[in-house]
């Protein structure tokens, strides 16, 4: 009986190896995986996350105060954090749409929970599920006209369960400010915008 070729041996199993790369999904493809994989698009009123109200907050003219939003991401499902892991992923964010007298900074997100899906067990996304708290400040100017000032803005995020992804969504979030004397602290001499307190984006 011939022996096999050892050349013929290395040739089968680098073959091997080649193939089972192959089958390996890319980042890419992953996070192609995760923005559609549902074939079935949901009712447009579905929505995966709440948001629990916010009581008013109070804040003296050339003052601060500190506002937490507390939001609910449904049980069996989650959602990207404000960092995903892949470029392709879309981020959860707050935007907000201001009156001149007052402002919204230093946004503080929470880290994302590092978590494997079925479609790829191999790595891991990072992801809000269950309460998501973000913090920020809210700011009056010096000039803040006193009085009480609706705000609205919206959390943009996109939900999945553990085998699809749904198309992102936009959550209304509405809170009061009274400008006044005797609330917040010091904000120093200058009370502006940052980068962090973007407006209500068209898109």
């Not at 192959?22 to 447009?44: I, N």
């Not at 879309?90 to 929470?110: A, C, E, K, Q």
């Not at 994302?112 to 809000?128: A, D, I, R, W």
């Amino acid at each position: 009986m011939k022996k096999p070729n050892l050349a013929c041996i290395l040739l089968v199993l680098f073959a091997g190896l080649i193939l089972a790369a192959a089958q390996q999904p890319s980042a890419s493809q992953q996070a192609d995986a995760v923005r559609q994989a549902a074939a079935v698009q949901p009712d447009a009123s579905r929505t995966f996350v709440s948001f629990e109200p916010v009581s008013t907050i109070h804040v003296a003219p050339g003052k601060f105060a500190p506002a937490v939003f507390r939001f609910h991401v449904k049980p069996g499902y989650h959602i990207n954090s404000n960092k995903p892991t892949e470029p392709e992923l879309i981020p959860t964010v707050m935007h907000f749409s201001l009156p001149g007298d007052v402002v919204i900074g230093r946004m503080v997100y929470p880290p994302g929970q590092l978590t494997s899906f079925p479609f790829n067990p191999t790595e891991k996304l990072s992801v809000y599920s269950g309460e998501v708290l973000i913090k920020a400040r809210v700011v009056a100017p010096e000039s803040a006209a006193t009085g009480t000032y609706t705000i609205h803005g919206e959390l943009k995020y996109q939900a999945c369960d553990n085998n699809a992804c749904y198309p992102p969504k936009k959550l209304p979030v509405t809170f009061n400010v009274a400008v006044g004397s005797g609330g917040g602290k010091k904000s120093g001499p200058k009370a502006r915008p940052t980068k962090t307190s973007p407006h209500i984006h068209s898109n």
